[in-house]
């Protein structure tokens, strides 16, 4: 195996004392700029560039990369001690996580969110040694007509994250889908909903409608009721390995979530929140109990958080060979190989062989730095959560404001946040579920370009979905999906005393 | 005690001599500017090729005006959220700039379904950076070989053809149409969203022709997964020695996305005279210069003067190009 001698020489290389202390920082700079909420990985990163012009170009790439991942796993942590998304990708972390911390087991979360994303970033990594180039002769089968139905699947899996009633659910998933329609229309270039507000032009940003839903909802729930028992002293918070069982049932969602994340990693156009939102509803769908999901179940956290790291590790299979990156984060680190002197494609695995395996050896190392790094942390973090919440609500509430903020340096972000705050609130008391809506609310924008995108190329006619095999194929995953949920969803209307927690 | 202060006194008439040195150095430096740091928005988010071209140029800035150069990103709707805040809200002091595309800022002013908040009038040109020329990308396994393949297939095939751009109103929209007004051809035109969007689906065959900017291409370019068919500059591209200019095919087709500073209007003169010639040497500046290079950005500097006429040039041909897609 000629890709094994090389990962070898690879990890010689990224072993080197100067390698393994830029992965560290990268690690923990990744992880703070995953806490901050607003700051996302890719602005993160971007904003990090410069200094990497000082650096030597493995070692610096080395750290853009140890950001990337390390801000994945570090939006998890304000997920689950206090329900606000750091990014996308860790919203339905919110939904198992934020419900276990408050039952005591922030632990017990976050330590499983540590082990599934170790393990499905490593196994990512273990695919882009052994079928990277193959695969992504694959993922460029995907056009507009096969991406539009790919996301009708994930659509489709919306009536998985329905609770009590699927009609509330279809409810919160069409207002998302409405929201998703504000701002310019992509294809013609007009504005839609805008009111002339030149911020409202770019549509309704995802980022502080989740924060205001999540995290504001909250603090607003939270201020009705006395304060004192809203976090759970627990048993032994700092004890941050799940129970046995836990981890014998998470296995499961753990290799589930390794999958679906490595195969949606490869398909450059698609994010990691559609990952963990996929793979959540997959979990539920999958699972002997869907109604215990949003009650604080483990499954809800291991799945979501592994394939985010299994997509963020999988995502860089497009860029080495073929140079397309699939996100915004990993277009902004193929900026910094360009700027370093290597393009990103086929010919980055024979002209910069050292290189390329250093970073991908770095990968395993980086993901292992990650679980050092944050298995003992996880008692730390959770520790938070024993200051008094009346005074952990402020400080969640003004963390919430400089983090809308800085997404943009526009004080309307703040503004969206504290609306949809009150939103959430309102929806929570109603029993409407939040997850559909967030959902749908990704999956608009996308959707909508990729159906204009093929018409466009059909010009006009919708048969470009049913003619081209694999867009036939998730079609009829999606038709699936629909009929059986629909099924299952039928006797549970009517039983109405199955009690369960609303997301 | 008294050697002390004697040696404080020469120490002190050194450094009063060596700061009038420098004084009559800079002699075209205004008073009393900059004495705090200079802002550079841009209206695109963090990493972009526009993000990434100004924080390489604020690296060599700030070592010649002394200052910390800031950029800060206010994206949003192709950097009209960041023009309209610039034009409510920067003081003309000569403390905050703004970076502008080229001709995007044309399709917001001239589009009257934009409903643009300001007009050119609003800015003053300081001085261009960088000059990304058009290009049409092909992938390596496409039946065009040269321009007129492409150009006879869509004659053959009007409509049919497709014809990718980053986005409505976008330059490579704008070529597009240029092209087709130019060749009497008409493609099938589709819009996608960005410049890793259309490389995708352009290497995957979804597209037949790609029309986008050469920084963007570069790298395909040279790992052997697609090749230009033409750049739409004056002259040959200096790495592409073997890809051909429109002109040079008899089509009189120029268009690349220039991106440049201005100050809002009525910024004191000495002060846009101070930062073009400081912009100027920053682009002179061997490690920016390298820098951009590797970025695939193409330098293309244009003093006060050649870019305030650049850009009424450009005024022109948006207006009659949004003409042809907005009847």
């Not at chain 1, 009346?390 to 503004?415: E, H, K, P, Q, T």
């Amino acid at each position: 195996m000629e890709a094994f001698q090389h990962l070898m020489t690879g990890f010689a290389a990224a072993l080197s004392p100067l390698n393994l202390l830029f992965a560290t920082i990268g690690c923990v700079l990744g992880t703070l700029i995953g806490v901050l909420p607003g700051l996302g990985p890719a602005a993160g990163t971007a904003l990090l560039i410069p200094i990497t012009f000082k650096l030597e170009p493995t070692s610096a790439i080395i750290m853009l990369a140890a950001i990337y991942y390390g801000a994945m796993y570090g939006g998890t942590i304000t997920s689950v001690l206090i329900n606000v998304p750091g990014e996308a990708a860790s919203v339905v972390t919110c939904l198992d996580g934020y419900e276990m911390a408050k039952q005591g087991r922030a632990g017990a979360a976050l330590g499983i969110a540590a082990i599934g994303s170790f393990f499905g970033g490593t196994v990512a990594t273990f695919g882009l040694v052994l079928v990277a180039l193959p695969l992504t002769r694959f993922a460029l089968k995907f056009g507009s007509p096969e991406y539009f139905s790919l996301l009708l699947v994930g659509l489709s899996l919306v009536m998985g994250l329905a609770g009590k009633s699927l009609a509330k659910a279809l409810v919160m998933g069409a207002l998302g889908l409405i929201f998703s329609f504000v701002g310019v229309d992509p294809v013609e270039g007009a504005p839609r909903f805008t009111f002339d507000i030149a911020p409202l032009m770019d549509g309704i940003r995802f980022v502080p409608v989740v924060m205001g839903f999540f995290g504001i909802g909250e603090i607003l729930i939270n201020a009705e009721r006395s304060l004192a028992g809203v976090i759970a002293e627990g048993g032994k918070v700092s004890s941050f390995l799940p129970r046995r069982d836990e981890v014998r049932i998470s296995i499961l969602s753990i290799l589930r979530g390794t999958g679906l994340g490595f195969f949606l990693g490869l398909i450059p156009g698609t994010n990691s929140a559609v990952a963990s939102f996929m793979s959540y509803s997959i979990e539920r769908k999958f699972s002997r109990h869907p109604d215990a999901f949003g009650t604080g179940i483990i499954e809800g956290v291991a799945a979501p958080e592994t394939a985010n790291n299994a997509y963020a590790n999988a995502a860089l299979i497009p860029l080495f060979t073929l140079g397309l990156p699939g996100s915004p984060t990993i277009a902004i680190l193929m900026g910094a190989l360009i700027m370093n002197g290597l393009t990103p494609g086929p010919l980055l695995f024979s002209q910069h062989a050292g290189f390329v395996w250093a970073v991908i050896a770095s990968l395993y190392i980086g993901n292992l730095i990650l679980l050092i790094l944050n298995l003992p942390l996880v008692g730390w973090w959770a520790k938070l959560l024993k200051i008094p919440y009346n005074i952990l609500m402020v400080f969640i509430l003004v963390f919430c404001i400089i983090g809308a903020y800085s997404l943009n340096n526009s004080m309307f972000d703040v503004g969206m946040m504290l609306v949809c705050g009150l939103l959430g609130y309102l929806f929570k008391k109603l029993d409407f579920p939040l997850a559909p809506a967030v959902l749908t609310l990704i999956l608009g924008p996308l959707m909508e370009q990729s159906l204009r995108e093929s018409l466009s190329v059909s010009q006009g006619s919708f048969a470009i979905f049913f003619t081209r095999p694999i867009s036939l194929f998730f079609l009829i995953v999606a038709a699936l999906i629909m009929v059986t949920s629909a099924w299952q969803a039928w006797p549970s209307t009517i039983r109405e005393e199955s009690k369960e927690a609303q997301v | 005690m008294k050697r002390t202060s004697i040696a404080c006194l020469v120490l002190g008439l050194i450094l009063a001599g060596g700061l009038f040195l420098t004084q009559a150095l800079a002699a075209d430096k205004p008073k009393d500017y900059p004495t705090k740091p200079v802002t550079i928005q841009i209206g695109f988010g963090a990493g972009g090729s526009s993000d990434v071209g100004v924080r390489v140029l604020a690296e060599s800035l700030k070592k010649i005006i002394g200052q910390p150069v800031l950029a800060e990103n206010k994206p949003g709707a192709g950097s009209q959220v960041m023009l309209t805040d610039f034009k409510n809200n920067a003081k003309p002091d000569g403390y905050t700039m703004a970076l502008i595309n080229v001709p995007q800022i044309q399709t917001i002013v001239f589009d009257a379904s934009s409903k643009p908040l300001f007009s050119m009038k609003d800015f003053q040109p300081v001085a261009n950076h960088v000059q990304d020329p058009g290009a049409i990308l092909v992938r390596k396994e496409s039946k065009y070989n040269t321009l007129e393949d492409l150009i006879n297939d869509a004659k053959a095939r009007p409509g049919q053809v497709t014809a990718s751009t980053t986005g409505i109103g976008s330059d490579d929209h704008l070529a597009v149409l240029d092209v087709e007004r130019r060749a009497k051809v008409k493609f099938n035109i589709v819009h996608l969203k960005d410049t890793p969007t259309a490389l995708t689906r352009a290497l995957g065959g979804h597209t037949d022709a790609n029309f986008d900017n050469i920084g963007g291409f570069l790298p395909s370019v040279n790992s052997g997964l697609a090749r230009i068919l033409a750049v739409m500059m004056e002259q040959r591209y200096s790495d592409l020695p073997n890809v051909p200019t429109f002109k040079e095919r008899g089509y009189d087709l120029v268009s690349s996305s220039t991106r440049g500073y201005v100050f809002p209007a009525g910024t004191p003169m000495p002060i846009v005279k101070y930062m073009e010639q400081s912009i100027k040497k920053a682009m002179d500046d061997p490690e920016h210069i390298d820098r951009m290079k590797k970025a695939g950005l193409t330098l293309k500097f244009m003093g006060i003067e050649e870019f305030g006429k650049f850009l009424e040039g450009q005024n022109e041909r948006a207006k009659q190009l949004i003409e042809l897609y907005r009847k």
